[in-house]
């Protein structure tokens, strides 16, 4: 299979588009579309479906798609290892932040990354937990943080840090912030919850369960913001950490409860491929990571809530 094939047939797919993917690239369109057919009868398989709006991969052509970008991903670090050679870490690594994190974490770590290796290329997307660790395994990024990820073998994993899951409230409706709610007396709110197989959702669900009861989902909605919002709006409690909770700037609009009895807590973790190695400037990534995150969290706590616990 040739490479260069490969990557036109990956950007045509991703755009939709042989036009589109023509102009990015800088090429002919019809050098590029003569690259794709070519691949396509190598693999004796249709790779995309044509029609006068653009194209879309074919069953076959998804399945190609996916590997592709770990392929290219990997030939891209085999060209950084050998180049790292010559002296300080080049190259580009791939980082992936939950949307919880990325509006507080990126900008600061960028400024960070840049001063530390001026010469090398840091690209970061963002997701929800359960597609970023996806994308982790199919090495399409190289390190990725993660919260309460499934243990699985192929990813190995750093704690960073715990936090506590708070009841979010309306206003102040539902008394002075620092007091506490017993984990069973969730099963009475209406909650507003992120879907399955939000680790969250599994751990109150999972929970609740040994307690005999069950959540009460008044609406399900995976973007903490979208959940902020309508518990503003009065239209049920969210379960929240504070970390997530900052990304919505909120914490004075709302009132909180802590969950005991017994708590719920959030582990957040940096995550690696333990299936391929990675470079040196990925290795250094994740030793910047490792005690940047933890830091650039702790000053941005909030004001202090009380951590008096009922008996």
């Known amino acids: 299979m040739d490479l260069k094939q490969l990557e036109y047939f990956v950007h045509v797919a991703e755009l939709g588009s042989f036009t589109k993917a023509s102009d990015l690239l800088g090429i002919a369109q019809s050098a590029l579309s003569r690259h794709v057919r070519k691949l396509e009868v190598e693999l004796g398989q249709n790779l995309l479906h044509r029609d006068g709006r653009g194209v879309s991969p074919t069953e076959a052509g998804k399945r190609l798609l996916s590997h592709g970008h770990g392929i290219l991903l990997q030939v891209q670090r085999a060209h950084q290892e050998v180049a790292d050679v010559r002296g300080a870490p080049i190259g580009n690594v791939v980082i992936g932040l939950p ?108 929970q609740l369960a040994n307690l005999g009861r069950k959540p009460q989902v008044a609406l399900e909605i995976d973007a903490v913001p979208a959940i902020a919002d309508l518990v503003a709006q009065g239209l049920g409690y969210g379960l929240v950490t504070m970390n997530a909770l900052r990304v919505h700037n909120g914490p004075a609009q709302f009132s909180f409860r802590r969950i005991v009895s017994p708590a719920m807590r959030s582990t957040l973790v940096l995550g690696i491929s333990a299936e391929r190695p990675l470079t040196d400037l990925a290795q250094k990534t994740v030793e910047m990571l490792r005690s940047f995150i933890p830091a650039h969290l702790q000053q941005r706590q909030p004001r202090p809530i009380s951590k008096t616990r009922n008996s």
């Open 99 to 206: 949307h919880s994190l990325g509006r507080i974490l990126t900008v600061p770590f960028v400024s960070e990354f840049q001063r530390a290796f001026p010469h090398a290329q840091l690209s970061i997307t963002e997701g929800l937990t359960i597609h970023l660790h996806e994308w982790l395994k199919a090495g399409r990024l190289d390190i990725s943080v993660l919260h309460d990820p499934v243990p699985s073998p192929s990813i190995e994993t750093f704690p960073l840090q715990q936090d506590d899951y708070f009841l979010l409230c309306p206003g102040m409706a539902e008394g002075a912030r620092g007091k506490t709610v017993q984990l069973a007396d969730l099963a009475g709110y209406p909650l507003i919850l992120p879907r399955r197989p939000h680790p969250m959702r599994l751990q109150l669900e999972t």
